[in-house]
């Protein structure tokens, strides 16, 4: 089945960019978007943002200046930068595959597989 | 924006029981709400989408309802493994959501 895999650097210095990588197995990437979700320590879930297919994405509109997501199809690796970053984006990052359904003439999203994340601690 | 809120934050209960969270959303978001359940140093688990549909896999005692802005978890008769963070998602706009989360235990 298919299995997501963060990775990336445990510790970013203040101010710097925060660069993740999510690679995916037992699947392709292409057909499916890819979300980024995060959780602060002890607090709850924080949806990032998303990229379809295209390429093209979606931002919470909190962290949208700084997140940029993309889509590497041939190493089927997704992928989460967010710059400028302080010690407020210190958080388990997490990856997750967004599924479209549609029922009834609606069309549901919903994140079905999700990688174990990992954490980032942003401290000089 | 879409706010989502939950209740309670918390609550404890005993195997067997039959436990009820709610969910709110402002302003009405249809059916597009989904429920995640989460247990400590782990990733989040789907278990419903479009407020009511069961994930393939799920234990038929969980079970979602509700539309517009008020939605209910239920879990007929916990069990042990159901101890957990139970988290609700608005899928309505183009970004999504999460109440704050329910924590259940013992």
């Known amino acids: 089945q298919v299995q997501l895999q963060e990775s990336g650097p445990g510790l970013v210095k203040p101010s710097e960019t925060l660069s993740l990588t999510c690679t995916v197995s037992?699947?392709?990437?292409?057909?499916?978007?890819w979300s980024w979700i995060r959780q602060p320590p002890g607090k709850g879930l924080e949806w990032i943002g998303y990229v379809f297919p295209s390429g093209h994405t979606n931002y919470s509109p909190s962290l949208k200046s700084r997140v940029t997501i993309s889509l590497d199809t041939s190493k089927n690796q997704v992928s989460l930068k967010l710059n400028s970053v302080t010690a407020a984006d210190t958080a388990v990052y997490y990856c997750?595959?967004?599924?479209?359904?549609?029922?009834?003439?609606?069309?549901?999203?919903?994140?079905?597989?999700w990688g174990k994340g990992t954490t980032v601690t942003v401290s000089s | 924006d879409i706010q989502m809120t939950q209740s309670p934050s918390s609550l404890s209960a005993s195997v067997g029981d039959r436990v009820t969270i709610t969910c709110r959303a402002s302003p009405s978001i249809s059916t597009y709400l989904n429920w995640y359940q989460q247990k400590p140093g782990n990733a989040p688990k789907l278990l419903i989408f479009?407020?009511?549909i069961l994930q393939s896999g799920v234990p038929s005692r969980f079970s979602g309802s509700g539309s517009g802005t008020d939605f209910t978890l239920t879990i007929s008769s916990l069990q042990p493994e159901d101890f957990a963070t139970y988290y609700c998602q608005q899928s309505y706009s183009t970004w999504g959501t999460f109440g704050p989360g329910t924590k259940v235990d013992i």
């Open positions: 479009a407020a009511s």
């Open positions: 997750a595959r967004q599924v479209e359904q549609q029922l009834e003439q609606k069309h549901y999203y919903y994140m079905d597989v």
């Open positions: 037992g699947g392709s990437i292409t057909g499916y978007d």
